[in-house]
């Protein structure tokens, strides 16, 4: 862990924050700018140079990140149209037992 200094360049907010050592972008509490963390003077700069492979990682890293969200909401997805499917198939069972029960008392069926 180790405390940075913000100063947003959007909205000049600034504080400090307690990040983990490896974490590279942070949003701005304030407006939720993004911003790159500066190892060199521990501020954050969004006009940072980063070398071209950090930023790639950086890049990567993100994606993985957005990939593993929308796994997790499809997951989601699918779970609740389980839940759907099953409600239905549950609906279609009493309605049939229904049928069948009306039937009975009417005589249809004997
Ligand atoms: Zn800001």
Redesign the pocket.
């Known amino acids: 862990m180790k405390f940075i200094y913000l100063n ?1 360049k ?2 000049g ?1 600034d504080t400090s924050i307690k990040v983990d050592n490896n974490i590279k972008i942070i949003y ?1 509490p ?2 939720k ?1 993004k911003c790159l963390i500066d190892d060199e003077t521990r501020t954050i700069n969004k006009n940072i140079h980063y070398r071209k492979e950090d930023v790639a990682r950086m890049i990567e890293s993100e994606n993985k990140l957005k990939i593993k969200q929308m796994e997790l909401a499809n997951k989601d997805k699918e779970h609740k149209n389980e839940i759907k499917k099953t409600i239905g198939a549950v609906f279609l069972f009493l309605f049939i037992l229904l049928l069948f029960l009306i039937l009975g008392l009417t005589g249809i069926i004997d």
């Open positions: 947003c959007k909205c907010g701005c304030y407006c700018e």
